[in-house]
């Protein structure tokens, strides 16, 4: 007789598992054991519905697979603890195919199940196998929108738009109040070589034509000069990493090894690239989000640092000491080997002790987020963590970090994004520790936010900050486009001006940037030279079915930016990431490097170059490129800063920039301060305050040059 204690209790189970595997057991025992662990099964099954109920998807996965131990052909097991792990996200989703085709095998009576395995094989790229999923789920059902706009996003990614605009016209017919459905149709017609303003009204979208000219087009040449990478992108940077005078390019990707491309232009007279990661040992596997270079050990070479968190589970992050052009990992022996969800990165000499410090944004995928980290620069290569002690460990679910000194006090500020909280800034205390005066500041906007970074949009000679907010939801987006302004406040983009005395005032929307976009990454230059800077906004939402344009705001000088994306020619509908702008090929305008790539393994594209032809036009605007060696203790002189006056007239504007490791994406941006003059042809004053407080001035130095500032000695020195 089975004993009858404990029946939902793993005492009572393991009496009568061990009871039915006695040799005297009866079959009608054994059966009675197997009712039990069915019933058993059934009861842990509805135990984890209850907890997908409270959106505990890691309890709920722990008791689906409890039943599926006891009763391996439990289905609904099967099926539900797939889509606890499509979910989860990305990192799970091979898991969520095994178990819903075990689902499918035990009963594949419903078609739900096909349509979530579907979902899970276009994630994971197989789109053949998820168009065959979708293709069973509408023989049974074929009037499943939500299943036909999948089979249309599966079919444009095969490179099949014909077919993928007719799925998207059922689909469209079914729920014509979904704006998303009539954008994909258009971006599917429009593919398939048709016009997509000819589909019939129901179809289509009215998008306002808002698109700004650009004085000129960019050209794409990533094949051409060898860096055409494949991947699911994030962070890039640039830095001269083996030391022969021209700028060098690292990318990462999710569960991508880094790519690192030398510049053969000193070589070659050419900005053409060649994959170095190899040869540098830095084709590191785990992939990575943030890139920072910056030379941390003082060796006059820079060092890599790299996040590696995010969402995308337990690793420690990397920092990579370039020892002549090859990278070792030091991060353990340094003290910077954090396992905490780091997501961006930004350094900076926050206690002007001489040593570069590091502030890592962790917690994104933390419930209740985790701390973030602040690691002070200590001798001999080392860090020590202070973010508790110096007030900066912000438990915000932090995406976006960056430095810079707003007040112009000669101490660098700090600027967090949170992704479910508003941003906050730090005022620097004179390198005791930091005040939150976000709310005295006036910086509170959104509260669903990203990215960010200082930058002076109106050449008034201080920093204003930038933050890009993260809509979600494409129909958010799209209606957005639709009524030409943001029309929800927690996840738009916001532009702070700075009003000199401690305070900010939010000039989104005087400044023409009162938008709702999928933005996952932002930077800032001038890419026309004419003096004042622009805004690239790279967008990135993880679903497979979004297809949104990135974006780039030009600056008009006059407190206003235009779009001028399409006529720029950088539009590109797929998922630009960490965006970074540079002059590798010294030709004086900027080049826009983009990461384009997603978050699930089926979302690996191509990345862009797109090298700017401004120097060729007839008649170019001026430029001035300004390279610092400090001669403290960080040769790099991150942290200096440099206003520029084109002329004496007392009102004349006031250019300023910052050498700044990290903001945006967690990015390198050019090392170099690349100033646009307009029709300028000499800039009058050249005021530089390096790191430690020193201050030089330089005047009526001649455009179109790039020139070397040394702090110890005088004068400057034109490079080639």
Known sequence: MVPVVNRTGRTYLALALAFAALPFATASAQD??????????????????????????????????????????????????????????????????????????????????????????????????????????????????????????????????????????????????????????????????????????????????????????????????????????????????????????????????????????VEDGAATFTPAALDAALFDPRGGWSALFFDYDRDGDPDLHVTRDGWDGEDANSLYRNDGGRFVDVAAAAGVASKADGFT?????????????????????????????????????????????????DHGRSVGSAFGDYDGDGWPDLLVVNFFDGPVLYRNLEGAGFADVSAQAGIAAPHEGFVGFFFDYDNDGWLDVFIVGFTSDMETALQSQLEGKAVHEGSRLALYRNDRDGTFTDVTIEAGLSWNLGAMAATSGDYDNDGWQDIFIGV???????????????????????????????????????????????????????????????????????????????????WLHILLRASGLHPDAVGARVALRVTDAPQAPVQLQEVVVGGGFGVTPSPILEFGLGQHQTVAEVTIRWPGGGHRVLRNVPANQRILVIEDEPGYQVLN
Request: proline share 6%.
């Open 32 to 265: 009675a054991a197997a009712d039990i662990r069915k019933q058993e099964a059934e009861a842990h099954f509805q135990h984890g519905l209850r907890m997908v109920g409270l959106r505990n998807n890691d309890r709920a996965i722990e008791l689906f697979q409890y039943a599926i131990a006891l009763d391996p052909d439990h289905a609904g097991a099967h099926f539900y603890v797939g889509l606890a792990y499509i979910q989860r996200g990305y990192t799970s989703l091979r898991r969520a195919d095994h178990h819903l085709s075990r689902a499918i095998a035990v009963d594949g009576s419903n078609p739900r199940q096909y349509h979530w395995r579907g979902i899970a094989r276009l994630r994971l790229g197989d789109y053949p196998a998820a168009t065959a999923d979708f293709e069973v789920v509408l023989r049974e059902t074929p009037d499943s929108a939500t299943t036909l706009r999948a089979l249309g996003a599966a079919l444009l990614r095969m490179g099949a738009p014909g077919p993928a605009a007719a799925a998207l016209r059922q689909a469209a017919d079914l729920e014509p109040e979904l704006l998303e459905t009539r954008w994909n149709l258009m971006v599917a017609a429009g593919r398939a070589g048709d016009d997509p303003d000819t589909l019939p009204e129901r179809y289509r979208l009215d998008i306002p034509d808002r698109g700004a000219a650009s004085p000129f087009r960019f050209e794409e040449v990533s094949a051409e000069i060898g860096i055409e990478r494949w991947s699911r992108a994030r962070g890039s940077g640039w830095a001269d990493f083996d030391g022969d005078g021209d700028l060098d390019l690292v990318a990462l990707g999710i569960r991508d090894p880094h790519a690192l491309y030398r510049n053969g232009l």
């Open 540 to 622: 990135g939402a993880p679903p497979m079915e979004r297809f949104e344009a990135n974006r780039l705001f030009r600056n008009l000088g006059d407190g206003t930016f235009a779009d001028v994306s399409a006529s720029a020619g950088v539009d590109d509908l797929g998922k630009g990431h960490g965006a970074t702008f540079a002059d590798p090929d010294h030709d004086g305008d900027l080049d826009l490097f983009v990461p384009i790539g997603g978050a699930f393994p089926g979302d690996r594209q191509r990345s862009r170059f797109y090298r700017n032809p401004a120097s060729q036009l007839p008649h170019p605007n001026g």
């Open 345 to 393: 990165a930004a350094v900076a000499d926050v206690n002007r002790d001489g040593l570069l410090d590091l502030y890592v944004a962790n917690g994104v995928a933390t419930r209740g987020g985790a701390p973030n980290e602040l690691f002070l620069g200590a001798p001999e290569g080392r860090f020590v963590e202070r973010g508790e002690a110096m007030g900066v460990a």
